[in-house]
């Protein structure tokens, strides 16, 4: 496999860290602004009660260990000697501050961590928060990224979606974390029924002109028990085809800046109650269909990233 078809993140995890760096999920009891009532009710309509952390050790667990565990596994199982700390379910900075400086503290004890990720929604982020991760970094001489559930740039999707913010706030949010000097990666679900083509191009525009450093990919699941669910199983929903969301990731990348890197092209979903999944096969066979189907048609990251600095006049001085 021709490993120059985009920015791998792993590739990019040995490069900055010198070897391979394995992540350590925390899974933490939460809620979100979306549930509460604070910015909308229900949630977003894919969005089942264990958030994102269903593939996680149970949230009864403190937070050392969860990541005792973890550790002891990644390090028996690939000889694992740094890890990145990944706060992975709900709406970890919409948690009361203190407890999520007590969450944070609690995790980088150990000397033998290179980073700390923090999952949150972009209207979660603001400078309080900020403030302390910039403490943490600084004191412990660690990496701080932030990972921003956006899903897409159309905002009318986002609206369809309930997601209870649009585009603007991810903007800011993005803005307000790189005065910090932290990385950001957009998590992006490539196939919501309600976008097309072009929506897939323009998440790879707005990444790109606002820079941000990672990219993670989903494919959409359909929980039960969820609006969504309802959905599918009354007939009202329709998702495309795996190879739509296949030439969908390849233009995806195809235009997207190739120093922002790839950290998942496709995803996984909960093993209980999932009603569709990565089109009935596993994620893998999906990655691996994603990539020769690039290599096949010579497609490669930022084949397209031509449209920045002024494009029209360019070839002009």
């Known amino acids: 496999m021709n490993t120059a078809l985009y920015n791998r993140y792993s590739n990019h995890l040995m490069k900055k860290y010198g070897e391979k760096v394995y992540k350590l999920p925390v899974n933490l009891p939460g809620t979100c602004p979306n549930r509460d009532g604070k910015v909308g009710e229900g949630g977003c309509v894919f969005c089942d009660e264990q958030g994102s952390g269903f ?38 900075t919409y948690l009361p501050f203190k407890r999520f400086r007590d969450n944070v503290l609690e995790a980088i004890t150990a000397d033998d961590l290179v980073a700390i990720s923090i999952s949150t929604r972009p209207d979660c982020v603001n400078e309080h928060y900020l403030d302390f991760l910039q403490e943490v970094s600084i004191d412990k001489g660690i990496d701080v990224n932030i990972e921003l559930g956006l899903q897409t740039v159309n905002y009318h999707t986002l609206a369809l979606v309930n997601r209870g913010h649009t585009l603007a706030e991810f903007i800011d949010a993005v803005n307000r974390i790189k005065t910090r ?27 790109s002109a606002l820079r941000v450093e990672y990219a993670k990919l989903h494919s959409l699941y359909v929980v039960g028990g969820t609006p969504l669910g309802d959905m599918y199983q009354k ?3 329709e998702i495309i085809s795996m190879q739509d969301y296949i030439q969908r990731v390849a233009c995806f990348l195809e235009h997207l800046d190739p120093e922002i890197v790839i950290q998942r092209l496709v995803g996984k979903g909960p093993k ?20 020769d189907y690039m290599e096949e048609n010579n497609i490669y990251q930022g084949k397209k990233f031509d449209y920045l600095n002024g494009k029209a006049l360019k070839g002009m001085f």
């Open 55 to 92: 593939d996680c050790l149970s949230n009864t667990f403190s937070v050392r260990r969860q990541l005792e565990e973890n550790k002891a596994y990644f390090s028996k199982r690939f000889q694992a000697k740094k890890f990145i700390v990944y706060f992975q379910a709900f709406t970890n």
């Open 181 to 207: 000097n932290f990385a950001v990666c957009a998590h992006l679900i490539l196939n919501l029924p309600w976008d097309n083509h072009q929506d897939a191009v323009e998440n790879a525009k707005v990444l």
């Open 235 to 237: 007939g009202r929903l």
């Open 272 to 291: 209980d109650n999932t009603l569709f999944c990565n089109w009935g096969v596993s994620w893998w066979l999906v990655k691996k269909k994603i990539e």
